[in-house]
């Protein structure tokens, strides 16, 4: 582990340091296992694995308070467990099965949560963004000061409903942070081949949006930024954009044979960069835990996701039935915010 | 505990690979992440990582092998503390599935149970509208449609109206005329010239616990939101497993209006109607547009309602009632009859209805069914009529292929077939895109000539 400054000054007490540490290595771990019951036949389909990212969005749910709401793409395992869903739940809807959050209808790309204020789970590249931005109109027209997290990554910065809802989420000062998750490849297409801009959230000055870009390998960093951000929106000043740099480790999904960069990139990232070796590192050098302290949250760690695989496994398959369930409503509560 | 490192399938449809090439060697100690072998699929070569920490105890399969199965152990892990030795009495490995026992947890072999749709014939809800006496008086659809938003707008503060022109303008065809002074900005909303955006943004605020009626200027423009229609409002509740979906309603004008040329002229109903989780409305007369309209606000789900400029206009009997609904999936017999059935919606009964009179003259007593919703689709009082008549015609706006008339034929071939005593009949629009020249528009729209040819063809009178 190569040592590092951290953009952040270290105002920050160990018992979060923990938490943040707990909370990306739970994702870490639970994409690793993901990514095995994956090559295993037991999860089909496509599969789009967090590792690499996790600073982003346990930095951003730090920030967020009870009741603010979120939504995002396919590439949604790590949202779900940083905003505390179940990783039982989400493991079960990645096998297809009964005790998924979906029940096994909605796989990878599509779960969501009433509870947690998780809206999905999109799979079409940037509808999120707009479905984001009519979230936040909601509890706008409401009148909660609840913020909407809108996630999307740099690939979907150039969809054009993105500017679409920019336009319109300034126009009516809309509580929506607009989250870039740029790690730096859109599938195979790095950032550099799709656009000349030389940064994302200073679009979002065309439409009088201000925003910044953030170090999305440091949790701290990503903490403070996601608070400036979620206040801004909580003051009734509209959205904000956090252009955030972060780094997939590994392929856009499980069949990606990740020939456009080198392995010695990803290498050097995941030596020099890795959020959890930094918070551990911050960890063990300020005193705040032994290496058995971490070894034994570790192992907590490692029994949970093993927990949720074995859950995910043993789970029944849906029954039957349904395939006819839940295609209309018969009746959905109005008029509160969900 | 040796772990056994299985060949991973790494596509959707991988069964079995090529073990290119091993990148570590026995003895090697490895952590999670690092590269352990290349291995090669019918679309790319792809690289193989472990998961686990630990020492390469065994390598089981060579590199160079070919047809290897998707869950064969090609390796065994050591964790801290193991020797090569375990290996042979290495208990099978937790949270790892043999590929002799995945099979067994197979889905039941299952044939998937029949919806309850085509069950078997429900009978016809044969009810009136509004009781008997209730006082009526004439109105626009425009007029119908204005009161059916305000009532509802008025019963629910969370109903809430979106889209371009809407407000300040007054709406573009004057629907929304004096909302904004009654329910002000805030309800009203003029958005910019963006329905994929604003699409999105309703779906989103009716996740969210809001109401909105979405108004597409014409359904034309629909077409740039189809991703927010179909992909986020029709199919979230299926996904979530029932936990959320988008009670809303989308509406505007659809279908030709005269003489705006191929690109405002197109009637989409065929399209929306195909699409489970969206319910489809299209009325004709001024009662049916608010009495469904106020149905379509308080739905819980996704509602396309599909207007006609050329009606707005046009006027009709309306009853005098506080609070008027019309249930989806209940079609009208808008003339009783016992030669032949037409079936039609919307626009298409303006042509349907005037050849019902013209072939009286003829003494051809015509049925006349308005399905007025598209889906729920009320089949009852098609084939009952059907069964009665023994002869069908359906009347459509839209091009032919893959029309709603298609559907409705193909339904009543597979469930009246031994009642038909002629094959149903579609009239549609032509399938050309709408011209502009007067005279060329006129021969792509459906003429009451047409359905009354049609009628007399299934009769044997032509």
Known sequence: MATRKSAAKPNVSAEELMKHYREMLLIRRFEEKAGQLYGMGLIGGFCHLYIGQEAVVVGLEAAAEEGDKRVTSYRDHGHMLACGMDPKGVMAELTGREGGYSQGKGGSMHMFSKEKHFYGGHGIVAAQVPIGAGLAFADKYLGNDRVTLAYFGEGAANQGQVYETYNMAELWDLPVVFVIENNQYAMGTSVKRSTKSPSLWERGGAYGIPGEEVDGMDVLAVKAAGEKAVSHCRAGKGPYILEIKTYRYRGHSMSDPAKYRTRDEVQKMRDERDPIEHIRTMLLNGKHASEEDLKAIDKEIKDVVNDSAEFAKESPEPSLDELWTDIYAKEVPQGEAI | ?462
Not at chain 2, 12 to 21: N, Q, R
Not at chain 2, 248 to 255: E, I, Y
Not at chain 2, 350 to 358: C, I, M, S
Not at chain 2, 443 to 456: F, G, P, R, S
Request: proline share 6%; glycine share 8%; with cysteine.
């Open chain 2, 1 to 462: 505990m040796a772990t056994e490192i299985l060949m991973p399938a790494l596509s959707p449809t991988m069964e079995e690979g090529t073990l290119a090439k091993w990148l570590v060697k026995e003895g090697d100690t490895v952590s999670s992440g690092d590269i352990l072998a290349e291995i090669e699929t019918d679309k790319a070569t792809m690289e193989f990582e472990a998961v686990d920490d630990g020492t390469i105890g065994k390598i089981l399969v060579p590199e160079g092998t070919e047809g290897v199965k998707v869950n064969v152990a090609i390796a065994v892990l050591l964790e801290e503390g193991e020797s090569a030795d375990d290996i042979e009495d290495a208990a099978p490995p937790s949270g790892v599935e043999t590929p002799d026992e995945a099979p067994a947890k197979a889905p039941a072999e299952a044939k998937a149970p029949e919806p309850e749709a085509p069950a078997p014939a429900p009978k016809a809800d044969t009810s009136p509208d509004w009781p008997e006496g209730t006082e009526m008086k004439t109105m626009t659809v425009r007029e119908a449609l204005n009161s059916a938003i305000a009532e509802e707008m008025e019963r629910d503060e969370n109903v809430f109206i979106m889209g371009e022109e809407v407000a300040e303008y007054q709406g573009a065809y004057k629907i929304t005329q004096g909302l904004l002074d009654r329910f002000g900005a805030k309800r009203v909303i003029d958005t910019p010239i963006t329905e994929h955006g604003f699409a999105g943004i309703g779906v989103g605020a009716a996740f969210g616990g809001l109401k909105p009626i979405v108004e597409f200027m014409t359904f034309n423009f629909s077409m740039q939101a189809m991703d927010q229609i179909i992909n986020s409002a029709a199919k979230t509740l299926y996904m979530s497993g029932g936990q959320m979906g988008a009670p809303m309603v989308f509406r505007g004008p659809n279908g030709a209006a005269a003489r705006v040329g191929a690109q405002h002229s197109q009637d989409y109903a065929a399209w929306f109607s195909s699409v489970p989780g969206l319910k489809v409305v299209m009325p004709h007369a001024a009662a049916d547009y608010k009495g469904l309209f106020k149905t379509a606000v308080r739905d819980p789900n996704p509602v396309i309602f599909l207007e006609n400029e050329i009606l707005y206009g046009r006027s009709f009997e309306v009853p005098v009632l506080d609070d008027f609904t019309i249930p989806f999936g209940k079609a009208k017999i808008a003339r009783a009859g016992a030669d032949v059935t037409i079936v039609s919606w919307g626009i298409g009964m303006t042509y349907a209805l005037e050849a019902a009179e013209k072939l009286a003259e003829d003494g051809v007593d015509a049925e006349v069914i308005d399905m007025r919703t598209l889906r729920p689709m009320d089949y009852a009082t098609v084939i009952e009529s059907v069964k009665k008549t023994n002869r069908c015609v359906t009347v459509e706006e839209a091009w032919p292929v893959a029309s709603v008339s298609n559907h409705l034929g193909a339904y009543i071939m597979q469930n009246a077939f031994d009642y038909l005593d002629a094959p149903v009949i579609n009239v549609c629009g032509k399938d050309v895109p709408m011209p502009y020249a007067a005279n060329l528009e006129k021969l792509a729209l459906v003429t009451t000539d047409e359905v009354i040819a049609a009628v007399k063809a299934v009769t044997y009178r032509s």
